[in-house]
C-alpha cells in the first residue's frame, strides 16, 4: 500500500507538470487525502516496552530469590501478548548486552527515541540493601500522579503487595532522555514475600499491569481485570496547553508551581474547593489545578 501511495503521488506530480492536468492545489488536497488515509490506517498507539537491564554483565539486574533481568523479560514478553491481542501496537526496546552501564541505558533510550512513540514503559524489580523490601511503585516524570501509572500501582497491589506509589523519577536516564511520555514500574522486589507472592500471580500481575494501561493506550479490547478495586476514583483532563498548577490553593502568581500539558491527566484528591470567585481541585500529587470547565474536564472511573 505504501508503495502505491508513493506511485501516486509522483504520477500527480508528473501529470501537472507535462500536461498542466492538475493545479498545484488541486495535487495538495490529493497528497493530503493520501496521507490522511495513511494516518487512519495507523492510528494504534505505539508503545515501547522495555525490559530493565541486560541479561549479563555490564548493565544487568539486581538477583535475589528471583533474578530481575530474567523476570523483566518475562513480564515484558507477557505484555507484549496481551496488549498486542488489546489492538495495540507494541515497538521493543529491550537490550540484552552492552559494553557499560552508560552505553546499555543511551542503546535503549536510542531505540525509543527512532520510532515515534506514544508511550514508553520500562520493566523493573526492585530490591534494598537489607533485602527485606516489598510492594509495587512506579516513577514518572516529576512524579507527576498521572491515571494510568496510579491504577497500575492499585490493580498490581490489589494482588497482595504494599502499594508505595507513583515517585519522582525525573533522574533516572530513561524517564528523562525519552522523548515520549515515560513511565518505569517496579513490579515488586526479588526477594520474600514479594518474590513467592510474584511467581503464585506471575499471570494476573501482567494482566494488572495491561488492564490499568489499557484505558490510556487507545485499547480495541480490555483484558480482564485480576481483581476489581474496591471504589471509583475523580481524575481530571487538562483541555489547554501550559495550564498552571498551583503549590497552594491560590490565583496569586507566586503559586504557581509549574504548567501541564493538553491531555495530561491527573487524579483528583478533594474538590472542587472555593477560592476567590473560582475553584479548584487539589491532584493526589498535593498541588492545585482550576476547576473551571473551559480548562478541565472531570470523569470518574
Same mark, same amino acid.
Given at each position: 500500500?505504501?508503495?502505491?501511495?508513493?506511485?501516486? @503521488?509522483?504520477?500527480?506530480?508528473? @501529470?501537472?507538470?507535462?500536461?498542466?492536468?492538475? $493545479?498545484? !492545489?488541486? %495535487?495538495?488536497?490529493?497528497?493530503?487525502?493520501?496521507?490522511?488515509?495513511? /494516518?487512519?490506517?495507523?492510528?494504534?498507539?505505539? %508503545?515501547?516496552?522495555?525490559?530493565? $537491564?541486560?541479561?549479563?554483565?555490564?548493565?544487568?539486574?539486581? %538477583?535475589?530469590?528471583?533474578?530481575?533481568?530474567?523476570?523483566?523479560?518475562?513480564?515484558?514478553?507477557?505484555?507484549?501478548?496481551?496488549?498486542?491481542? *488489546?489492538?495495540?501496537?507494541?515497538?521493543?526496546?529491550?537490550?540484552?548486552? *552492552?559494553?557499560?552501564?552508560?552505553?546499555?541505558?543511551?542503546?535503549?533510550? *536510542?531505540?525509543?527515541?527512532?520510532?515515534?512513540?506514544? &508511550?514508553?514503559?520500562?520493566?523493573?524489580?526492585?530490591?534494598?540493601?537489607?533485602?527485606?523490601?516489598?510492594?509495587?511503585?512506579?516513577?514518572?516524570?516529576?512524579?507527576?500522579?498521572?491515571?494510568?501509572?496510579?491504577?497500575?500501582?492499585? $490493580?498490581?497491589?490489589? =494482588?497482595?503487595?504494599?502499594?508505595?506509589?507513583? /515517585?519522582?523519577?525525573?533522574? =533516572?536516564?530513561?524517564?528523562? !532522555?525519552?522523548?515520549? !511520555?515515560?513511565?518505569?514500574?517496579?513490579?515488586?522486589?526479588?526477594?520474600?514475600?514479594?518474590?513467592? =507472592? &510474584?511467581?503464585?500471580?506471575?499471570?494476573?500481575?501482567?494482566?494488572?499491569?495491561?488492564?490499568?494501561?489499557?484505558?490510556?493506550?487507545?485499547?480495541?479490547? /480490555?483484558?480482564?481485570?485480576?481483581?476489581?478495586?474496591?471504589?471509583?476514583?475523580?481524575?481530571? /483532563?487538562?483541555?489547554?496547553?501550559?495550564?498552571?498548577?498551583? !503549590?497552594?490553593?491560590?490565583?496569586?502568581?507566586?503559586?504557581? &508551581?509549574?504548567?501541564?500539558?493538553?491531555?495530561?491527566?491527573?487524579?483528583?484528591?478533594?474538590?472542587?474547593?472555593?477560592?476567590?470567585?473560582?475553584?479548584?481541585?487539589? @491532584?493526589?500529587?498535593?498541588?492545585?489545578?482550576? *476547576?473551571?470547565?473551559?480548562?478541565?474536564?472531570? &470523569?470518574?472511573?
Amino acid at each position: 500500500m505504501k508503495q502505491l501511495e508513493t506511485r501516486l @503521488l509522483h504520477l500527480l506530480e508528473h @501529470l501537472a507538470f507535462r500536461w498542466g492536468g492538475l $493545479h498545484h !492545489k488541486q %495535487i495538495c488536497l490529493l497528497k493530503i487525502g493520501l496521507k490522511l488515509n495513511k /494516518k487512519r490506517r495507523s492510528s494504534k498507539m505505539k %508503545i515501547g516496552l522495555n525490559a530493565g $537491564h541486560t541479561l549479563s554483565g555490564a548493565g544487568s539486574g539486581t %538477583i535475589g530469590v528471583i533474578s530481575e533481568s530474567a523476570e523483566t523479560r518475562r513480564v515484558c514478553n507477557r505484555l507484549t501478548e496481551l496488549l498486542t491481542t *488489546a489492538g495495540v501496537q507494541v515497538v521493543p526496546c529491550t537490550v540484552d548486552s *552492552a559494553p557499560t552501564q552508560a552505553a546499555y541505558l543511551q542503546k535503549v533510550v *536510542a531505540m525509543a527515541n527512532a520510532t515515534d512513540l506514544d &508511550y514508553f514503559i520500562s520493566i523493573h524489580l526492585n530490591n534494598d540493601a537489607a533485602r527485606a523490601g516489598h510492594g509495587v511503585e512506579a516513577y514518572t516524570y516529576e512524579g507527576r500522579q498521572y491515571p494510568d501509572a496510579v491504577e497500575v500501582c492499585e $490493580h498490581i497491589a490489589a =494482588l497482595g503487595f504494599t502499594n508505595r506509589g507513583v /515517585k519522582a523519577g525525573s533522574g =533516572l536516564y530513561v524517564i528523562r !532522555k525519552t522523548k515520549a !511520555k515515560a513511565m518505569l514500574i517496579e513490579v515488586c522486589f526479588v526477594n520474600n514475600p514479594d518474590a513467592a =507472592l &510474584y511467581e503464585q500471580k506471575f499471570e494476573e500481575v501482567c494482566r494488572a499491569i495491561a488492564y490499568a494501561l489499557s484505558d490510556y493506550v487507545a485499547a480495541e479490547s /480490555k483484558p480482564v481485570a485480576p481483581v476489581q478495586l474496591p471504589e471509583k476514583k475523580k481524575y481530571v /483532563k487538562v483541555l489547554v496547553d501550559n495550564l498552571a498548577v498551583r !503549590k497552594t490553593p491560590s490565583w496569586d502568581s507566586s503559586a504557581v &508551581y509549574g504548567r501541564v500539558a493538553k491531555n495530561e491527566v491527573f487524579t483528583i484528591a478533594e474538590g472542587p474547593i472555593k477560592v476567590g470567585g473560582g475553584s479548584m481541585y487539589k @491532584l493526589i500529587s498535593g498541588v492545585y489545578i482550576t *476547576a473551571a470547565s473551559k480548562y478541565v474536564s472531570v &470523569y470518574e472511573k
